[in-house]
């Protein structure tokens, strides 16, 4: 665990209070998802979400998206738009958030000087600005979010059902320390998670809540309001933790499309693996991008250059795996085959 790490310290209380959120509510989700859609790569299971969307926003989700700082925490959309999993729900709990908490959000964000004064406008409590905010949030998760929000929930609420076997079997010092390794590490009683920046964070009898989320990968975040003594802090935790369980969301299961047919032949995560290695990339970067270990990584390599779909060359104390022409002609097939235009 390196220097930037996050200290939540319990007492007796806080472990017998800690509980389980089925999620974090549709208008944080799409908030996170917005986030992923704004960086330059995303994971290997979010890569078919990201085609699907990218270039899609209407003009009516700006006010949304001009939200999104450059650096440092962004919107806490939980905290003014609740946790319900229905959209509207979350759109009219925003309209009826108390200004004060409005301003207290915004003014804890550092926005660029570009978007500052529309931040600052909403912040004031300008009704007019609030509800171009609450339609564009409506019209950010009709893209991002709703087409795919069935099949995510269904992915929530296995993992919430994971945590209540792990909780039953282990009790909640087991279920803490299950908590997505090597991200996270158990050290009673202080939770030990990476993260952007040292924090400590004593929950003084309050509990604490673990909530899944989609749209995240290898990163949890600490959600809570400083100046609420009673508010419980959730602890969000990526639902996502393979290119399998990823890539299903987004097919909906129904075994079509290149990532679907690919992942049948292969198998899913050495598929994902296949279409990575297009570019070349060393045992450890392959290893980062699939969410998994490097001897797994290593491990699915050696499978692939056996089966002559990569080749392996060593530079220095590395090596550098790429797909060969039989792997990228694979690729290809797979690819007209997905879209009716010939046989396999």
Known sequence: MGPLVLRIHFTAD???RTQVAATIGAAAETYYSLEMLSRRSVAVP???WRAKVAGRLPQEAQPLTVLMPDHGPGLDLLALAGDSPDIDQAVDTLLRAPRARVRRELQAV????GHSSWARTVAEGDGEARRHLATALEACHRVTVGP????????????????ARTFLETGVEGLLASLCPPLVRWSPPVLEVCYPRPVDVHLG??????APTVF?????????DPYDEESVPRLTVPAVTDPANGCA?????????TDEALGTLLGRTRAAALQLLVDGRGTTE?????????????QHAKALRGAGLITTNRRGGSVLHVTTALGRELLGGIREHARGNGPL
């Open 14 to 16: 806080d472990l017998a």
């Open 46 to 48: 979010f890569w078919h």
């Open 110 to 113: 550092a926005f660029d000087s």
């Open 148 to 163: 795919y929000w069935p099949a995510a929930r269904s992915r929530l609420e296995a993992v919430r059902a994971q945590y």
């Open 205 to 210: 009898g309050r509990g604490l809540v673990l």
């Open 216 to 224: 995240s990968w290898r990163e949890l975040s600490l959600l809570y």
């Open 249 to 257: 969301l987004w097919h909906g299961g129904n075994g079509t499309g």
């Open 286 to 298: 392959l290893a980062g991008r699939l969410g998994i270990t490097p001897a797994a990584a290593s």
